[in-house]
């Protein structure tokens, strides 16, 4: 006969205790996942994500139960890195390590963040040399281990160690070639240990290569040409002078190489924006004399890109007779000046640039009326992620009376940045696209589409995004055609 007690009892206990505690983390790990994809794809400003990630960060403290733990402390980091805090976002960055202390790249952006703001300089050198050592272990792309070298090398320059410096920033370059900022690094070693004109030669082809927007890559060239007088000024002001100049040249020789014609606008601010200009072409792509009824569309890229995104689509449009300007936006491609150099400025100042680029936008669709052979009530706008807001924008501000088209790619953002917007659009013909591996953006579009019949929604096979949608769907290229050409003819 079987006995049962107390005893018994309390084993039993424990057994169903230790069988509990896996099913308990499983629910945790899904509950955290859960929080963190809700916070990232929430509307929500700077400031508010990250309170929102710091709660998160305090309900979830375990990296065994909480698989976004290293990433959510690491996007603390940034943020304050960001504001100016540095000594916060170092503690964040360490705290990451601690969730995932063997991730090169981690360990990369710790060290880096050291060495840029030039503090704890020696743990900068101790975990960027554990980055370069598993980088290396683990076989890391050449371009990857180059980015890490330059970190390592930079905090030996910051640290004072400028031969062992300048060994790793001319290694980091060779692996990860072109790379400005690399480059930028090793200038400014080499300047340290008195190499002025090899500082010089990498500080002007910088600065060339960026259309002469930088100013600190300028400030470093006439610094350095002083050293040898005002000749020296003199003579390296007309080398800039007349790189930039072949650049322009290059600029307009590639536009007309590809049946396009190289416009230059000034901004409100005196911002120069750039664009290629497709005139409709007959079917055998010879220059067709226009009638005066022909439509006109702009197309905007995204962030991070150039009008080159959309020089497919405008040939197409082109060859279907009507007039195509494809437009760099401010701080992209040849839109660029010391007020907004790069992308990431422009991103920095989202809103400011935002409202900057819908004027450009606005700009550069009077000047599209203006064209002799454009009828200037047949106006259409294109455009990818957040290129195709500001298209959005602008159209709304030009829009005639009796017939516009309006086509968005894969929509950055989400939906309540589009409805004030397409409700002073009107009832006009308009088509949004997503590829269906993209949520965010078929999200978007779905939240659009249920509340104005006049939106067209699509999502397509695959996770392209933007102009790449068209490049391998021939169907979606047809019908971005027919909606242009069916609206603006």
Request: net charge neutral; charged share 25%; glycine share 8%.
């Amino acid at each position: 006969m079987r006995r049962t007690g107390p005893a018994a009892g309390a084993v039993l206990l424990v057994a169903v205790s230790i069988l509990a505690i896996p099913a308990c983390e499983k629910t945790t790990f899904r509950d955290s996942r859960r929080e963190y994809q809700s916070i990232l794809s929430s509307s929500m400003s700077d400031d508010e994500r990250a309170r929102a990630l710091e709660s998160f960060v305090r309900r979830y403290p375990e990296p065994k139960t909480n698989p976004n733990l290293s990433r959510a402390c690491q996007q603390l980091a940034m943020h304050h890195a960001r504001a100016g805090r540095p000594e916060i976002a170092s503690s964040w960055y360490e705290r990451a390590l601690r969730a995932d202390p063997d991730d090169p790249d981690l360990l990369n952006r710790l060290g880096y963040h050291y060495a840029s703001a030039g503090m704890n300089l020696d743990r900068a050198v101790e975990v960027l040399e554990l980055a370069v050592r598993l980088a290396e272990e683990r076989n890391y792309p050449e371009r990857r281990q180059g980015m890490i070298k330059d970190s390592l090398g930079w905090a030996y320059r910051m640290r004072g160690d400028l031969p062992r410096a300048v060994a790793l920033l001319e290694e980091a370059c060779r692996l990860a070639p072109g790379v400005p900022i690399l480059r930028e690094h090793l200038a400014e070693t080499y300047r340290a240990l008195g190499e002025r004109d090899r500082a010089l030669e990498i500080f002007l082809d910088l600065y060339v290569e960026g259309r002469g927007s930088e100013r600190r890559h300028r400030e470093s060239i006439e610094a350095l040409a002083a050293i040898d007088g005002p000749g020296a000024v003199q003579r390296t002001a007309r080398r800039i002078q007349r790189r930039l100049q072949e650049i322009r040249e290059a600029d307009r020789r590639t536009a007309e190489s590809d049946g396009a014609t190289l416009v230059v606008l000034n901004g409100a601010d005196g911002q120069p924006i750039v664009g290629s200009l497709y005139r409709p072409v007959s079917p055998a792509d010879r220059p067709s004399k226009p009638p005066d009824d022909r439509g006109a569309v702009l197309l905007l890229h995204g962030l991070g890109s150039d009008r080159g995104a959309a020089v497919p689509t405008a040939r197409i449009l082109a060859r279907r007779g009507l007039f195509v300007l494809a437009l760099d936006m401010r701080g992209h491609g040849a839109s660029v000046s010391e007020r907004l150099a790069t992308p990431m400025q422009f991103s920095d100042r989202l809103d400011a640039s935002l409202a900057n680029a819908q004027q450009d936008a606005v700009l550069a669709l009077q000047y599209l009326r203006a064209l002799p052979g454009v009828d200037r009530e047949r106006l259409g706008a294109g455009g990818e992620g957040l290129g195709g807001l500001v298209a959005l924008g602008s159209l709304g501000q030009v829009a005639p009376a009796r017939s516009t088209a309006l086509v968005i790619l894969s929509p950055w953002g989400q939906a309540a940045a589009y409805r004030p917007l397409l409700e002073h659009l009107g009832s006009n013909s308009v088509l949004l696209v997503a590829g269906r591996d993209d949520p965010s953006s078929s999200g978007t579009i779905a939240a659009l589409a249920e509340e104005s019949p006049a939106i067209e929604g699509m999502t397509v096979p695959g996770g392209k995004k933007g102009f790449d949608l068209l490049r391998e769907n021939a169907a979606l290229r047809e019908r971005v055609a027919q909606l242009f050409t069916g609206s603006l003819r």
